[in-house]
């Protein structure tokens, strides 16, 4: 148990709908790190959190926000879902802002039909 | 354009020889590098890191070699064990992008009895 709590493990919707993934990361990490893996690719950085405020932005679409609240659990918004974004949404969580030894949550997998 | 290359999308080793995983980056501004190990239905899990100011690196089981001047490394596991089964990413970060992590697309080990 990496102590990274993602929820829900499955989420299945339509195109067009738009969902929430929660993480609540390690006790005492204040970074926290968005990202996805589409079937047989590896992870995509979509969006850090430090300690509240946004630190860095990767590959994440405008469709897509995020943030992180002063209880430090962090939340993706993804919206207007389009089949492209089936994917395994991953959080991790780290002490520091420097982007090394993360631990990482079980992952939301979600299916848009 | 992929800056971390697994070209082995998976790779068969039979239980108690070596395993040797290998990555290619293509930025030269890299000067950190993890491996992770991933099971099905979870996330991935740190495995090892190296900085470039090394060419070695060792951990029980495992040794990464990093060769700056071919922009590779690999990973080494010996010996190879049947829980040594799992998707093993490469991923690397430079200071210049807020150590970032890049990822691979993750090689598939699988250990056979």
């Known amino acids: 148990d990496s102590g990274v709590t993602q929820t829900p493990k499955h989420l299945i919707t339509a195109t067009g709908q738009r969902v929430t993934l929660r993480c609540s990361p390690r006790?005492?990490?204040?970074?926290v790190y968005w990202y996805q893996q589409s079937l047989d690719q590896g992870l995509q950085f979509l969006i850090q959190?430090?300690?509240?405020?946004?630190?860095a932005k990767g590959n994440i679409l405008e469709r897509f926000s995020a943030q992180q609240f002063p209880d430090l659990h962090s939340e993706l918004n993804l919206s207007s879902l389009e089949l492209g974004d089936s994917a395994l949404y991953f959080c991790?969580?780290?002490?520091?802002?420097?982007?090394?030894?993360?631990?990482f949550g079980q992952g939301t997998r979600l299916t848009v039909v | 354009d992929q800056q971390v290359k697994q070209n082995s999308p998976s790779l068969s080793v039979q239980e108690g020889r070596i395993s040797i995983l290998n990555c290619d980056y293509t930025n030269s501004m890299f000067d950190y590098f993890l491996w992770y190990k991933k099971y099905p239905a979870e996330g991935p899990t740190f495995l090892i890191s190296?900085?470039?100011i090394k060419d070695k690196n060792e951990d029980g089981r495992f040794t990464v070699f990093l060769n700056k001047s071919a922009k590779h490394l690999s990973l080494h596991i010996v010996p190879s064990q049947p829980g040594d089964s799992a998707v093993y990413f490469c991923a690397a970060s430079a200071l210049d992008s807020n150590y970032q992590l890049i990822w691979g697309a993750g090689t598939k080990l699988i250990i056979k009895p």
């Open positions: 991790a969580s780290s002490v520091s802002g420097a982007n090394t030894e993360a631990f």
């Open positions: 190296i900085s470039s």
């Open positions: 959190y430090y300690n509240g405020e946004e630190r």
């Open positions: 006790s005492g990490d204040l970074s």
